[in-house]
């Protein structure tokens, strides 16, 4: 499972790492990634959350759902395209 580590980096660093990576992984099929941004003022918690709100290929795990929750991580769910599809997009 991919970690997207965005803890101790400046805000704009972090989201244009983090939207880098959530595409990487998208575009690898892979299921799940974790977003560690640690725990701090939750600047980086608060974008990230945003980021992935914006994308329509992902979502936030209900913590819930996470059988031990982590307040320094997110846990994100991807649906990648079949495979067809995919290959459509890497042409």
Request: glycine share 4%.
């Amino acid at each position: 499972m991919r970690e997207i580590h965005i803890r101790r980096m400046s805000y704009s660093d972090a989201r244009m790492k983090l939207e880098n990576e959530l595409n990487d992984a998208f575009m690898q099929s892979e299921r799940r990634v974790h977003i560690v941004h640690g725990i701090g003022q939750g600047k980086l918690k608060a974008m990230a959350i945003k980021v992935v709100n914006e994308y329509d290929f992902c979502s936030l795990v209900a913590e819930e759902y996470i059988l031990r929750p982590n307040p320094g991580v997110l846990v994100v769910d991807l649906f990648p395209p079949d495979r067809a599809t995919m290959r459509m997009y890497r042409a």
